[in-house]
């Protein structure tokens, strides 16, 4: 059974910086390509980070320069550094797994929330 459990997720003043978690369980994510996705309501659900299992990555325009995703083979996760937070980068922030015949499995998300 996969499961991805998101953890990190927090209140945050504008300018501040948070780490999220993505710990995998039943898939080996370094086999896997790796996202990063966020939604807030009314809105779709949009990728944020993404990292292949050959190790590029891949960011949406908001975001280059602030956010980072990495991964810890040993420890079977994967992370989504974000700085300079901005009011704009609120949302429930969700991770996916895609293997490579494109099965796709998601956490069940983390808030973030920038304000003052």
């Known amino acids: 059974q996969v499961q991805l459990v998101e953890s990190g997720g927090a209140l945050v003043q504008p300018g501040g910086s948070l780490r999220l978690s993505c710990a995998a369980s039943?898939?080996?994510?370094?086999?896997?390509?790796m996202g990063w996705y966020r939604q807030v309501p009314g809105k779709q659900r949009e990728l944020v980070a993404l990292?292949?299992?050959?190790?590029?990555?891949n960011y949406a325009d908001a975001v280059k320069g602030r956010f980072t995703i990495s991964g810890d083979n040993a420890k079977n996760t994967v992370y989504l550094q974000m700085n300079s937070l901005k009011p704009e980068d609120t949302a429930v922030y969700y991770c996916?797994?895609?293997?490579?015949?494109?099965?796709?499995?998601w956490g069940q998300g983390t808030q973030v929330t920038v304000s003052s």
């Open positions: 996916n797994a895609v293997s490579p015949i494109l099965t796709s499995y």
């Open positions: 990292i292949t299992s050959g190790g590029s990555t």
């Open positions: 039943g898939i080996i994510v370094r086999a896997y390509a």
